[in-house]
Nanobody
Framework: QVQLVVSGGGSVQAGGSLRLACAAS????????MAWFRQAPGKEREFVAA????????YYADSVQGRFTISRDNTKNTVYLQMNSLKPEDTAVYYCATRVGYDMGDRQSDYDYWGQGTQVTVSS
């Protein structure tokens, strides 16, 4: 079993920054990909960013490229999402997820474990 515990989130004005954290436990993650998804009110859940547990490659949705940064701390088994230059359209519930393998896909059906969501609200 894998447990993912999400922390961070909150409310911020447009242009501000927030950092989310996802603490992973339960098994070895060296052969896994970690990702962030989000779901805005009335919309489907969408991919935000992904990172391999080993190596340096990352992958971002076009909507957050250049503003969000995904990173990990292997010593803490934690993945972060640093969100800068936030916009009202970034308002959503953010989820952490993981999948086996090295393919940093953006399909949520490929991810087998999910953390609880955390609300991010950006006001104009």
């Amino acid at each position: 079993q894998v447990q993912l515990v999400v922390s961070g989130g909150g409310s911020v004005q447009a242009g501000g920054s927030l950092r989310l954290a996802c603490a992973a436990s339960g098994r070895t993650f060296s052969n896994r990909v970690m990702a962030w998804f989000r779901q805005a009110p009335g919309k489907e859940r969408e991919f935000v960013a992904a990172i391999r547990w080993s190596g340096t490659r990352t992958y971002y949705a076009d909507s957050v490229q250049g503003r969000f940064t995904i990173s990990r701390d292997n010593t803490k088994n934690t993945v972060y999402l640093q969100m800068n230059s936030l916009k009202p359209e970034d308002t959503a519930v953010y989820y952490c997820a993981t999948r086996v393998g090295y393919d940093m896909g953006d399909r949520q059906s490929d991810y087998d474990y999910w953390g609880q969501g955390t609300q991010v609200t950006v006001s104009s």
